[in-house]
């Protein structure tokens, strides 16, 4: 089955405590981006990856990091992860060409707590 | 500066009549556009899409319309379902080098009434 897979689904921690959030597609998808939803303020992207080793910042990148070392996976770091960063994350993918990307697939989500 | 603009964070449409969902875009770069749906502890999932060439398209109960002189899009739902209940994201993008990515509008919550 076509999908992104992202771990962990829930996730409680506590101010400065570094941390990770997987993303994982089996698709073969050049695209990857990571986005948070909070209320009234919708979908905000990230951080996004054009292929391997091609990262590049969203609207709000500040207090997170990405790598890109395989085209399947492409996971966000939390370095020391503060309470604004409370939130939804969904991880995404796409095929992309001629410069469009065409219908992104997203992950399930990840609640972050951070207390 | 929001780029893309949905004005109406919730919508009620009684079972069975049209819901119609807007979207307001300020980049005249976007020239592909899309909808998408999310239901509570989902990820949002692919709904329909539309380029810029064209100025309507269908799917089943589903069809948008773009007016692209007004920068604006409409998602119509006819007939209207209580499993269409959700929130639902206007998306746009624009063509070219280094356009890669989409940019969300901030939702719309529909409420389908049985």
């Known amino acids: 089955e076509a999908q992104v897979t992202q771990n962990p689904r829930y996730l409680i921690t506590v101010t400065g405590k570094k941390l990770t959030v997987t993303c994982s597609q089996n698709m073969n998808h050049e695209y990857m981006s990571w986005y948070r939803q909070d209320p009234g303020l919708g979908l905000r992207q990230i951080y996004y990856s054009m292929n391997v080793e091609v990262t590049d910042k969203g609207d709000v990148p500040e207090g997170y990091k990405v790598s890109r070392k395989e085209k399947r996976n492409f996971p966000l770091i939390l370095e020391s992860p503060s309470p604004n960063q409370t939130s939804l994350y969904f991880c995404?993918?796409?095929?992309?060409?001629?410069?469009?990307?065409?219908?992104?697939?997203f992950g399930s989500g990840t609640r972050l707590t951070v207390v | 500066d929001q780029q893309v603009k949905q004005n109406s964070p919730s919508l009620s449409v009684q079972e069975g009549r049209i819901s119609i969902l807007n979207c307001d875009y300020t980049n005249s770069m976007f020239d592909y556009f899309l909808w998408y749906k999310k239901y509570p502890a989902e990820g949002p999932t692919f709904l329909i899409s539309i380029s810029s060439i064209k100025d309507k398209n269908e799917d089943g109960r589903f069809t948008v319309f773009l007016n692209k002189s007004a920068k604006h899009l409409s998602l119509h739902i006819v007939p209207s379902q209580p499993g269409d209940s959700a929130v639902y994201f206007c998306a746009a993008s624009a063509s070219g080098a280094g356009s890669y990515q989409l940019t969300f509008g901030k939702g719309t919550k529909l409420s389908v009434i049985p």
């Open positions: 995404a993918s796409s095929l992309s060409s001629g410069g469009y990307v065409y219908g992104y697939t």
